[in-house]
């Protein structure tokens, strides 16, 4: 264990948060404390993607993103493209606006903390989320719930937050179409005009937005939220009276949980991955089950088995 705590982990860091007083602090501290923390830091994107190969090749084990949701998702992707064997386990420094993940798992925020609970915590192996070529692990969100995550986030608080009357009045203005096309998954298919589509592998997105609220990341699974399109005030107040309580079968709202979910649209879908969209015809999202170690605290309410076990270092 002593020894183990002696090795390098690799700090990945986003350029715009690098110089941030409270994470030289925290880095300072974690050294002073025995860590062989070393930092590196990004220029633009791709760059940590390619850092994360680097730190491989070196034999790094343990790599920290520093950065929000989006630093995280590109960490992860070059994480999944290496061997399994050779995989580093994953911590994170949260360091965005949202941090939808690290807020979802519980991690601590303040920077100190943070980098001590991924330099001291347990590993647990969760779940991965693929679509083509490409991870994430915290969220697909699809439909309206692409456009608001990217462009309008204020617009899906309303939404949950039960202001329908403004929310109507800018989808009429916006002249909101609904998404055609048709969900299909191994025990089911569903063919229904779309609102909102949101893919969990973690519970949350958009800012704090729950909308996978049962989710899991070791268990296997996806948790789907199905919302079908709307027409009136009527039905919209309705939507949102199921959104608070996220019905297995409601009226508009639906949730599934499936490892594997696919989608035949009519036309390009706005989807957003981790926070980064996309806009696609068609896709299929499989998990990949236990396929990144995550370091974080012990009692993470994310997982379906309680006890974590202290990093080991497996060479
Ligand atoms: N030095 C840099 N300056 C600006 N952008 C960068 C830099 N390095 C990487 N990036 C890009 O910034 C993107 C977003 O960064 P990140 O997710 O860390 O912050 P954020 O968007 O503020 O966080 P959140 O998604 O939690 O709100 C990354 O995917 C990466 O492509
Ligand atoms: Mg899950």
């Known amino acids: 264990m002593a020894d183990s705590l002696t090795k390098t982990a690799h700090l990945i860091i986003n350029g715009k948060a690098a110089q941030l007083p409270e994470v030289r602090e925290a880095v300072t501290a974690m050294r002073e404390d025995g860590h062989d923390l070393q930092v590196r830091v990004t220029w633009e994107g791709g760059d940590a993607i390619r850092l994360v190969h680097e730190a491989s090749r070196q034999g790094v084990r343990r790599i920290i993103a520093g950065g929000g949701d989006g630093s995280v998702n590109e960490i992860v992707n070059g994480l999944m493209e290496l061997d399994e064997a050779q995989r580093p386990a994953l911590g994170i420094l949260p360091l965005g606006s949202a941090n939808d993940f690290a807020n979802g ?33 915290n969220m697909a969100s699809g439909g309206f719930g692409a456009e ?8 899906l608080k ?35 005009p779309l609102f909102l589509l949101a893919i969990g592998n973690g519970c949350q997105a958009g800012g704090g ?5 049962e989710a899991k990341l ?6 789907v939220l199905i919302v ?22 409601g009226e508009f709202v639906r949730t599934i949980r499936t490892p594997e979910l696919s989608f035949h649209g009519d036309g390009a879908f706005p989807l957003n991955l981790d926070g980064e969209p996309r806009r696609l015809d068609s896709f299929t999202v499989k998990l990949e089950p236990r396929a990144l170690r995550l370091l974080m605290p012990a009692d993470c309410r994310l997982l379906s088995s309680p006890a974590g076990a202290p990093f080991e270092f497996s060479e």
Do not use: C, N
Request: hydrophobic letters at 40%; aromatic letters at 8%; proline letters at 6%.
């Open 105 to 137: 798992v519980g991690l601590p925020l303040e920077p100190h903390e943070a980098l001590k609970s991924a330099l001291q915590g347990t590993t647990r192996a969760v779940d991965v989320a693929r679509l083509g070529d490409d991870y994430f692990i």
């Open 158 to 192: 309303r939404l949950l937050g039960g202001g329908a009357y403004s929310l109507m009045g800018m989808l009429k203005a916006w002249r909101y179409q609904p998404y055609l096309g048709r969900l299909r998954w191994p025990e089911g298919e569903l063919d229904t």
């Open 148 to 155: 608001i995550t990217t462009s309008t986030p204020v617009a």
């Open 228 to 249: 079908r399109h709307f027409s009136s005030l009527g039905e919209m107040r309705q939507v949102i009276a199921e959104m608070d309580r996220i019905p297995e079968d």
């Open 209 to 213: 937005q729950s909308l996978a609220p």
């Open 218 to 223: 070791d268990d296997g699974l996806l948790d």
